[in-house]
Structure formats: C-alpha cells, structure tokens
C-alpha cells in the first residue's frame, strides 16, 4: 500500500526540518565560494569561463546522441546533430581561449541588459493600468544604463560583478546557514 504525503505548509516543513544538514552544506559551500570569489576575483571569472566552456561540450555531446534517438524526423536530427557539433565546437574553443570567453560572456550580458532594460521600460510606459509601473520603469532605465557601462568598460564590470557575486553568495550563505539552524530547531 503506498503512502500518500500531504503538501500542507505543516508537513513540507517537517520533512525539510529532518533535513537541514542538506541546508548546513549548502550554505557553508555557498559561502565559502563567496569567500573565494572576494578572495580571487580575477581566478573566479577564469574558473566561470572554463566551466562555461566545458557546460557546452556536456550539452553538445548530449545533443549529439539525442539526434540519434528514437521518434525524430528527419530535419530534428539533422538539427539536433548541427545543434551538438556547434555546441562542441563552441565549448572546445571557449576552454581553449579563456579571454575570449570572458569577453564574449560580458558582452552578451551588457547587451541582455540594455535590450531587457528597454522592453521593461516601454512596457511600463504603455501600460497605464500596470501596478508599480514607476518601479518597473526606474528598473528598466537601470538595466539600460548598467548594460551601457558594461560594454564601455568589460574589464572593469566583470571585476566589479565578481565582487557583487561574492559578497551576495557569502551573504546567501549565511542567510541558508542560520536558516538551517532554524530548521534543526
């Protein structure tokens, strides 16, 4: 006979309470990154471009052999295949040339920014009937203006984001490390 669980409040937290070593760890690891990070900026944007390339291999290699998988039309594995290949190729040549990488990543995030920044600012102005939609605009006109210094200046962005990311990672973990504390209790 199968137990049933019930998702009230009551019992997820009971569950996750029988766990909150899981919690410990990871909040322990999460600040010991942030540490690292704070401790080794310019070592950390190498070691998030390497596994950025090395993300793209993993995801051309299964894309390749998802191409070759059951109930796929023809022009799905073509595409599948060319999908893998590229991602391979990509994620070989981002391992390979570290810099580039790194440049390339900034780049696309300076752009991201400008063109998210954009959408939610037009779209805060055309919808009158939006709630908050002053917040939505300053946002939007943030994003933009973040995005803009980014690519004015990559060298200097990526060492300010590495700083921003571990000083937040070693604040997020002390956030999960108290909460495990709570949990246990």
Do not use: C
């Amino acid at each position: 006979m199968a137990t049933r669980t019930r998702n009230d409040p009551a019992d997820v937290i009971g569950r996750v309470g029988s766990h909150w070593g899981w919690v410990l760890a990871f909040g322990i690891i999460t600040l010991a990154i942030g540490v690292i990070a704070l401790v080794w900026p310019g070592r950390t944007l190498l070691v998030i471009a390497v596994l950025f390339g090395i993300q793209l291999v993993v995801l051309g290699i299964f894309r390749f052999v998802a191409a070759f998988g059951p109930a796929m039309s023809a022009g799905t594995r073509v595409l599948y295949a060319l999908l893998g290949v590229l991602s391979l190729i990509i994620g070989l040549f981002a391992v390979r040339h570290v810099l580039i990488t790194l440049l390339a990543l900034v780049v696309l995030l300076g752009i991201f920014w400008i063109v998210s920044g954009t959408v939610e600012l037009f779209s805060a102005l055309s919808h009158k009937e939006m709630p908050h939609r002053w917040w939505s605009a300053i946002m939007g006109i943030i994003s933009v203006l973040a995005g803009f210094v980014i690519l004015v200046y990559p060298g200097i962005s990526l060492f300010v984001l590495t700083l921003v990311l571990g000083i937040w990672l070693i604040f997020f973990g002390a956030m999960q490390i108290g909460l495990a504390f709570q949990i246990r209790r």
